[in-house]
């Protein structure tokens, strides 16, 4: 085992692309690729996995890392066999840890208050039953080496949702809001903050890598978008519900130290900070 070592499965994602700049500077960081156009064929740092093929325990055997960041998408089969395999990896280590990215899904069918660390998860959709399993297995296996990461709304620059509504207002097309649903969100960048001080201080259990206060959906949305541009798309509402319901996840019991926090306005400024420089410099 390579003592500052990370590996980062799904390092060629969204989240796991901006953990690996995070961290590439300060230790010895390595990534997997599933993607099969090459763009990571000729990076020797990237090692290319797809979890429906399996095969990761060579490849931990291979690099030795001590730190695994768990960030990459499969199914609930593969997915499962393939953090059996990282248990097996850090059973002969006891020195190793995983990091596993989750979700605000295993709360899904928790509708009436925003969900704590702690709070039982009980979930009506299939992602977040399949990140319930990973996560209990995890915990029943590697209680003391596990940290998960449970991630709300997912915003910053070029985050998928921020391109959509960027294309919805160029285009002046349909964007779908959720005026009854009260969220929270982060940013990747804050993520990547935030797992940073995680490694370094070498914390377990279960934290909420969440803003620390909540909006109504249709809110944020509209607000981020009257910061992008005079032309606004066109927002359609969806009710699934007459009164509002929770999909927020808030931090309570393992808070981090206030420099590694994120409220909504922090969210809507660094989202929209980058168009708005690109404006400025387009007037001078």
Request: glycine residues 4%; charged residues 25%; proline residues 4%.
């Amino acid at each position: 085992m390579i003592h500052n070592r990370i590996l980062i499965l799904g390092a060629s994602g969204f989240v796991g692309n901006t953990l690996y700049r995070e961290l590439d500077s300060y230790f010895d960081v390595y990534g997997t690729y599933c993607s099969q156009d090459g763009t990571f064929s000729g990076n020797q740092v990237f090692e290319h996995f797809d979890a429906d093929k399996g095969g990761l325990f060579p490849l931990l055997d291979k690099l030795r890392p001590r730190y695994i960041i768990s960030a990459f998408s499969s199914g609930l089969e593969y997915a499962l066999a393939a953090h059996k395999d990282l248990v097996r990896y850090c059973e002969l280590l006891p020195e190793s840890r995983i990091y596993y990215f989750s979700s605000s899904e295993v709360f899904s069918a928790q509708k009436k208050f925003p969900s704590y660390e702690y709070d039982k998860p009980l979930s009506e959709t299939s992602c977040g039953k399949e990140k319930i399993a990973i996560e209990r297995m995890l915990q029943a296996e590697l209680p003391f080496q596990t940290t998960i990461l449970r991630l709300p709304l997912l915003l910053g620059i070029s985050s998928p949702l921020l391109v959509q509504l960027r294309q919805a207002m160029k285009h002046r097309a349909t964007f779908e809001v959720y005026p009854n649903r009260i969220v929270s969100a982060t940013t990747n960048e804050k993520i990547a903050q935030q797992l940073h001080y995680i490694i370094n201080k070498d914390l377990s259990g279960i934290f909420h890598l969440s803003s620390s206060d909540m909006i109504h959906h249709d809110e944020l949305f509209r607000e981020m978008a009257v910061k992008l541009g005079d032309t606004l798309p066109v927002f359609k509402s969806v009710f699934s519900s007459n009164e509002d319901e929770y999909q927020a996840i808030l931090p309570k019991e393992n808070k981090l130290p206030e420099v590694y926090r994120i409220t909504i306005a922090d969210i809507i400024e660094s989202s929209t900070l980058h168009d708005e420089i690109i404006t400025l410099k387009n007037l001078s």
